[in-house]
């Protein structure tokens, strides 16, 4: 009796986090479709218009996959984390003097 009264407890639990879930998700949505709503499309105004030639691309390199932005993303930040210390040192030095010329 007990075992199927702690599965009722847990399945009334699991029905409640679900309801609580889609609940967050419909006020999401509506919170979002009422941002839509307060924006004025008709207060924009077309400010000009860019013609592009079909000859002006040739200088522009090949699109890149998918792969190769993650690539290089991803070798960024590589470089960003071994850049990081040697400006978190130099930022350690210059902010003294700042605080001398204020």
């Known amino acids: ?47 000009e218009t860019m013609d592009f030639a079909d000859d002006e691309d040739e200088e522009l390199p090949p699109p890149m996959t998918i792969e190769e932005v993650i690539r290089r993303s991803k070798v960024s930040a590589m470089e960003e984390d071994t850049v990081e210390p040697e400006k978190e040192v130099e930022m350690e030095m210059d902010e003294p003097s700042l605080l001398k010329r204020a």
């Open 1 to 47: 009796m007990t075992i199927v009264l702690e599965r009722c407890v847990n399945r009334l639990e699991w029905e409640k986090s679900q309801e609580q879930a889609r609940q967050r998700a419909e006020d999401e949505i509506e919170q979002e479709r009422i941002q839509m709503a307060m924006i004025d499309w008709h207060d924009f105004v077309v400010v």
